[in-house]
């Protein structure tokens, strides 16, 4: 079974501009989270979709979007690049309709913001 | 907002020696999952802990959920080189947390051969 695939591995932006990073779950899976891991902060949750819909949020500025669609993968966009959004972002998926089950990382998209 | 702490930061052993980490947590969560995380790469989950008092085992792994629902260590076995990483905690509580882990600040392990 294949795992949590994030796309891009890597990328450089300059600040003002906009990105937006891909989630693929877990075949079967169809709430995935959203994760931003920063040194000085660590792992923050920015939001999370189950059957498109996001049914949880964190407390990021509303530059931070994400979608789902209806094969349940996700993306999140970023608009108006700050260089303190430079940081790691992990999707996760989970099996849950409901709280209380695993979730599994990807690998994480590595965001640059020069 | 919701923190929880976990300690030590940082641990440097031998290899061959066991190692113990801890959570704790000013509130209540109801699921507690244990995360190992590389450099570069996202956390691998080790093990997850569904009630209060289980103790849960993988491999050379051991975890448990604490009595009060606010606390969880792990614990790892006679360490060998492979197991240097970040190791995280992580909380969730039930009801509208929805896909919403709390994270530990995490802790550096470093093993000696």
């Known amino acids: 079974k294949a795992g949590v695939t994030q796309t891009p591995r890597y990328l450089i932006k300059t600040r003002g501009q906009q990105v937006t990073l891909s989630c693929s779950p877990i075949?079967?899976?169809?709430?995935v989270s959203w994760y931003q891991q920063t040194p000085g902060q660590g792992l923050q949750f920015l939001f999370e979709?189950?059957?498109?819909?996001?049914?949880n949020k964190g407390n990021f500025p509303g530059r931070f979007s994400g979608r789902q669609f209806s094969n349940s993968r996700s993306e999140m966009n970023v608009s108006t690049l700050e260089l303190g959004d430079s940081a790691l972002y992990l999707c996760?998926?989970?099996?849950?309709?409901?709280?209380?089950?695993?979730?599994?990382f990807g690998q994480g998209t590595r965001l640059t913001v020069v | 907002g919701q923190q929880l702490n976990q300690s030590p930061q940082s641990m440097f052993i031998q290899e061959g020696e066991d190692v113990s980490m801890n959570c704790t947590s000013s509130?209540?969560?109801?699921?507690w999952l244990w995360y190992k995380q590389d450099p570069g790469e996202g956390p691998v989950l080790l093990i997850a802990l569904y009630k209060a008092g289980e103790l849960t085992s993988n491999g050379r792994l051991t975890a448990q959920f604490g009595i009060t629902r606010k606390d969880s260590f792990l614990n790892i076995s006679a360490s060998i080189p492979s197991d240097v990483g970040i190791y995280f905690c992580?909380?969730?509580?039930?009801?509208?947390?929805?896909?919403?882990?709390?994270f530990g600040q995490g802790t550096i392990l470093t093993v000696h051969p």
């Open positions: 996760a998926s989970s099996s849950a309709r409901t709280t209380g089950t695993e979730a599994f």
């Open positions: 992580a909380g969730q509580r039930w009801g509208t947390s929805y896909g919403k882990l709390t």
């Open positions: 979709y189950f059957s498109e819909t996001q049914r």
């Open positions: 075949s079967g899976h169809r709430s």
């Open positions: 509130s209540i969560f109801n699921t």
